[in-house]
């Protein structure tokens, strides 16, 4: 039992592991299995990696980049990493407006919701973050779409 803890103490780490594997492999104290969200995908550094290629994958997909045309780039990125930050149980607090707040008016569709979201997972596989982690990040975001999604 206990090395079976061991082992899955170790297969952790989500977005740190893959962002600096060498890091992860001299981390001394790799996180529990039952640390923080925030702390399992590899703390700020890891989740800022994933949003600026998350933000990256946005920016080419020419299906929704111009819904993004007018936008402060690098405030969308801070309060992005701030969000997920929060949302994990890191030591950040959000800036921004509610999501309600924020996208109303844009008339965003389902459709560009699942865009959005699949340029996510495409991240988080990228960064071969494990099935848990990206199932529970998954988990925070998708009840957001209620306050996002306006048109059909
Ligand atoms: C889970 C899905 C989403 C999350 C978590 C999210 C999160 C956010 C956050 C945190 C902000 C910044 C809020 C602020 O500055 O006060 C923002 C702004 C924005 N979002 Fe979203 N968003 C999502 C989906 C979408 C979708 C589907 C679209 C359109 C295709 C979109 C378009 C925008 C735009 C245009 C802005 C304004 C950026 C600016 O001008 O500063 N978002 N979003």
């Known amino acids: ?5 061991t082992l899955t103490a170790f297969s952790v780490c989500a977005f740190g ?6 890091a992860a492999f001299s981390a001394p104290n790799p996180p529990a299995a039952n640390a923080k969200l925030y702390q399992r995908l590899g703390g700020q550094p ?3 990696a994933v949003i600026d290629d998350f933000m990256g994958r946005l920016a080419k997909d020419e299906r929704i980049n111009a819904t993004f045309a007018g936008s ?4 969308l990125r801070k309060r ?3 969000l997920v ?4 149980g890191g030591p950040c607090t959000y800036s921004g407006r509610d999501m309600k707040t ?3 008016g844009m008339n965003i569709t389902h459709a560009q919701f699942d865009i959005v979201v699949g340029h996510l997972v495409a991240t988080l596989d990228a960064f071969k973050v494990p099935a848990t982690e990206k199932g529970e990040l998954l988990a925070l975001l998708g009840p957001m779409r209620g306050d996002i999604v306006e048109a059909p």
Do not use: D, N
Not at 1 to 5: A, G, K, S, T
Not at 17 to 22: D, H, L
């Open 102 to 104: 924020v996208h109303t």
């Open 80 to 82: 992005l990493v701030e």
């Open 17 to 22: 592991c893959a962002t600096t594997p060498q």
């Open 72 to 75: 402060h780039v690098p405030r």
């Open 46 to 48: 890891a989740i800022e």
């Open 1 to 5: 039992m206990r090395l079976l803890l």
């Open 85 to 88: 930050c929060y949302a994990t």
